[in-house]
């Protein structure tokens, strides 16, 4: 099969490779359909040194090609959404809802696990890892259903973990994908105000679509004033980050309310953040997020987008196949596109 790697920063190839095959009575061989290129996978793509292949992509959807024999939940044909975390389903912390911590599951591109930027994937815990979607592989619904393996589910994680509700005042910053789904979270949650930190207009004028009230181009001490005169003086009592970069974090401290949420959901590209009395300790600031359970997400989120009423896919702004991998990479990384779609 073919299956993209990278081997270093910048350098992102389309190799063939062996079929994966099952390999233990719980595991799914999935026939990849749709798949992505994710805003994370820019990070090794900056900074990887040259080294052995590593497969990429962590967001697909595809069919159920093959089962082991302990698999029950999903069988031959069935169309599935794969999260970027595979897991029982089973143990304490999947049971709490948090499977990103699943004391015997993993992420895809890990520990000889293939990455979703492939023709076919070897699912391992089937059951508690894949869920079955009510549509066909030609649905135009795929786009929208591709979201929930990743970034909408993580930005509806970066806006409950802040506990965002009714008429709450919500600062999103960044303007990616997950930025853009954290704004329509914050407004599924019954957000009265939600200022989007974002300077990409064409991301911005999406971002307003998707609920935001007000955009602040504007960065550093610049941004942080504007946010605070939109909110009072005061700051926004929840915060959701979805850029991961230490400036990113900064004004996260410095447009939050004091008694408010910081909720982190970009992948930090820092060691070390303020948490000390000026900071956090001094005002009452509560600092939550993570890597965010999408595979407890999924199925709330999904009926809404079956019905139409939500439209997450319109993060998406290019197509290509997976022989174009490499060129969706520099699309991104050139801020030429938001998120690319993969068909194969």
């Given at each position: ?162 506990n965002v509700g009714p008429g709450d005042s919500v600062v999103v910053i ?171």
């Open positions: 099969m073919r299956a993209a790697f990278m081997y270093g920063a910048g350098d992102v190839r389309i190799d063939t490779v062996r079929d994966p095959a099952l390999q233990q009575p719980a595991d799914a061989l999935v026939r990849v359909v749709t798949a992505c290129i994710c805003g994370s996978d820019l990070h090794p793509y900056h900074s990887m040194p040259v080294g052995e292949a590593t497969p990429m992509g962590h967001e697909f959807i595809g069919v159920v090609e093959e089962t082991g024999s302990d698999v029950t939940t999903v069988r031959r044909g069935d169309l599935v959404i794969a999260p970027f975390a595979w897991s029982d389903g089973t143990c304490e912390f999947c049971r709490e809802g948090l499977q990103t911590s699943c004391l015997h599951g993993g992420f895809w591109a890990v520990g000889g696990i293939g990455g979703g930027q492939a023709e076919a994937v070897r699912v391992p815990l089937a059951d508690g890892t894949l869920v079955k979607a009510p549509v066909g592989e030609d649905s135009e619904l795929l786009p929208g259903l591709l979201t929930l393996s990743d970034v909408y589910g993580t930005g509806y994680h970066a806006a409950r973990r802040a960044g303007d990616g994908a997950v930025g853009l789904l954290a704004v329509l979270s914050a407004k599924q949650l019954g957000a009265g105000r939600i200022v989007l930190m974002g300077r990409h207009k064409d991301r911005t004028d999406l971002g307003r679509e998707f609920g935001a009230t007000d955009v602040v181009a504007e960065r550093g001490e610049e941004g942080i004033a504007k946010v605070r005169e939109l909110t009072g003086g005061y700051g926004a009592r929840k915060v959701l980050e979805a850029v991961g970069h230490m400036p990113a974090y900064e004004q996260a401290i410095g447009v939050v309310r004091a008694g408010g949420v910081i909720s982190r959901v970009g992948v930090p590209q820092y060691e070390k953040a303020p948490v000390g009395f000026a900071a956090l300790f001094g005002p009452n600031i509560t600092l939550t997020g993570g890597p965010a359970p999408v595979r407890a997400y999924i199925e709330e989120l999904m009926p809404a987008v079956l019905d139409g009423l939500v439209q997450p896919g319109k993060v998406f702004d290019r197509e290509i196949g997976l022989e174009q991998v490499p060129d969706g990479y520099r699309a991104m990384d050139r801020r030429e596109a938001l998120k690319v779609l993969v068909r194969l």
